[in-house]
T-cell receptor
Framework: NAGVTQTPKFRVLKTGQSMTLLCAQDMNHEYMYWYRQDPGMGLRLIHYSVGEGTTAKGEVPDGYNVSRLKKQNFLLGLESAAPSQTSVYFC??????????FGPGTRLLVL | DAKTTQPNSMESNEEEPVHLPCNHSTISGTDYIHWYRQLPSQGPEYVIHGLTSNVNNRMASLAIAEDRKSSTLILHRATLRDAAVYYCIRQAGGFKTIFGAGTRLFVKA
């Protein structure tokens, strides 16, 4: 039981490049979330999903897209990366609205 | 505003109890109070949650004020491994969990 895993662990992008971050969970959770965390700050919700095939916007959705084609996977896409998107990205999943289990994070640097 | 208010930092001695306060004065009747902690270079980790009654688990205890406008996370015996940022979160209706800056706990040996 790996819990929540994230790929890649670290990535450097140039401004304007695109990339996809992958989150996978093996706990059969319905709910999945993408957050970003900037230095010295708490986490901010980007997008979330309440089930396979559904997605919704969180607190800071601009510049990001998501897809949940399979229940166990939640993808976060950056179509045209900007330096302001330099951050640590955390994925989380939960079996209910009350508790979330987080992955180890992806560190993204946009030059 | 769904954010909670916590002290920026606290310090404790190893083996002593720690009481981490949180203010959520605008909480509504159906909002849960959650606590997560984040160790350096790791994702947040669930600690405990509650609605009205005090709660205990293997990691900590949660004491909720009778008017629910504040709560306290209690670590009964702090260890060096408990040094982390502790987030108190008001789980409002819907899924928009809002994290504040949290309390950075320092534990001295």
């Amino acid at each position: 039981n790996a819990g929540v895993t994230q790929t890649p662990k670290f990535r450097v992008l140039k401004t304007g490049q695109s990339m996809t971050l992958l989150c996978a969970q093996d706990m059969n959770h319905e709910y999945m979330y993408w957050y970003r965390q900037d230095p010295g700050m708490g986490l901010r919700l980007i997008h979330y999903s309440v089930g396979e095939g559904t997605t919704a916007k969180g607190e800071v959705p601009d510049g990001y897209n998501v897809s949940r084609l399979k229940k166990q996977n939640f993808l976060l896409g950056l179509e045209s990366a900007a330096p302001s998107q330099t951050s640590v990205y955390f994925c989380a999943s939960g079996g209910s609205r009350e508790t979330q289990y987080f992955g180890p994070g992806t560190r993204l640097l946009v030059l | 505003d769904a954010k909670t208010t916590q002290p920026n930092s606290m310090e404790s001695n190893e083996e002593e109890p720690v009481h981490l306060p949180c203010n959520h004065s605008t909480i509504s009747g159906t909002d849960y109070i959650h606590w997560y902690r984040q160790l350096p270079s790791q994702g947040p980790e669930y600690v405990i949650h509650g609605l009205t009654s005090n709660v205990n688990n293997r990691m900590a205890s949660l004491a909720i004020a009778e008017d629910r406008k504040s709560s306290t996370l209690i670590l009964h015996r702090a260890t060096l491994r408990d040094a982390a940022v502790y987030y108190c979160i008001r789980q409002a209706g819907g899924f928009k969990t809002i994290f504040g800056a949290g309390t950075r706990l320092f534990v001295k040996a």
